[in-house]
């Protein structure tokens, strides 16, 4: 089976920070996770899901949506089968369900096959 489970959400005030995690197991990860770009994605309450930053199956490159670059950084772990979300400088409209995602093959925007259920991060003014 495929498993995708997030943490670290929570509730922050504005201005501060948060990092999420990302853990895969089962038998398609266990051996290959480094053959899966991976990405984070979110959706705010009556908005469609969008994309926010993804990383590389080596995690040399990464990729993030304009309204966090400077603020987000995305990493990985192969040897933990773990990726990362470091949120800085949060701001309210960062409000939302964070998923994290994978996909075979580069990182990209779209196409992830297999998804985690979602951590509720909620920033007050």
């Known amino acids: 089976q495929v498993q995708l489970v997030e943490s670290g959400g929570g509730l922050v005030q504005a201005g501060g920070s948060l990092r999420l995690s990302c853990a895969a197991s089962?038998?398609?990860?266990?051996?290959?996770?480094?053959?899966?770009?991976m990405g984070w994605f979110r959706q705010a309450p009556g908005k469609e899901r969008e994309f926010v930053a993804a990383?590389?199956?080596?995690?040399?490159?990464?990729y993030y949506t304009d309204s966090v670059k400077g603020r987000f950084t995305i990493s990985r772990d192969n040897a933990k089968n773990t990726v990362y979300l470091q949120m800085n400088s949060l701001k309210p409209d960062d409000t939302a369900v964070y998923y994290c995602?994978?996909?075979?093959?580069?990182?990209?925007?779209?196409?992830?096959?297999?998804w985690g259920q979602g951590t509720q991060v909620t920033v007050s003014s």
């Open positions: 990383i590389s199956r080596s995690g040399d490159n990464t």
């Open positions: 089962g038998r398609t990860f266990r051996r290959t996770f480094s053959s899966y770009a």
């Open positions: 995602a994978a996909r075979p093959g580069p990182a990209t925007t779209t196409g992830y096959d297999y």
